[in-house]
C-alpha cells in the first residue's frame, strides 16, 4: 500500500509572507494538495510534550512538495494547522510526513 492511495483528505496550501519593509503579512496560496490526516495519538502528544513541541497532527503526502515549517495547511471544515516540521521519512521521495499543529 502507498501513502498516495490513502491520500484522501483534500488540504489548502498557504504561505506567510513578510513585507520587508515591516509591513503585515500577506498569506499566498500555493496549491490544493491531498494528504493523509493523522491527529496524533495520547503516547504521542505526551512524547512530544517532553520535547517542548506542540504538535497535535500528523500529514503524509505523496511525493516531495515544498512544504516547509510555518506553512499553513487548510483541512475541510475550517481546521487550521501550521507546520512545525517536514520529514522524508524513508530518505526515497516516495512521501514526506508533515508535524503540524492545530490553530483552530
Do not use: C
Request: charged share 20%; no cysteine; glycine share 10%.
Amino acid at each position: 500500500m502507498s501513502v498516495g492511495s490513502l491520500a484522501n483528505t483534500p488540504v489548502t496550501w498557504l504561505r506567510r509572507l513578510y513585507d520587508p519593509a515591516g509591513g503585515a503579512p500577506a498569506t499566498k496560496r500555493l496549491g490544493n494538495l491531498s494528504g493523509r490526516v493523522q491527529p496524533l495519538s495520547g503516547a504521542e502528544r505526551a512524547q512530544y510534550g517532553t520535547e517542548l513541541a506542540s504538535v497535535t497532527h500528523r500529514v503524509y503526502f505523496a511525493g516531495t512538495p515544498d512544504v516547509r515549517a510555518s506553512d499553513l495547511l487548510e483541512l475541510p471544515g475550517g481546521v487550521e494547522l501550521i507546520v512545525r516540521s517536514v520529514r522524508d521519512v524513508d530518505l526515497l521521495g516516495r512521501y514526506v510526513a508533515v508535524d503540524a499543529e492545530s490553530q483552530t
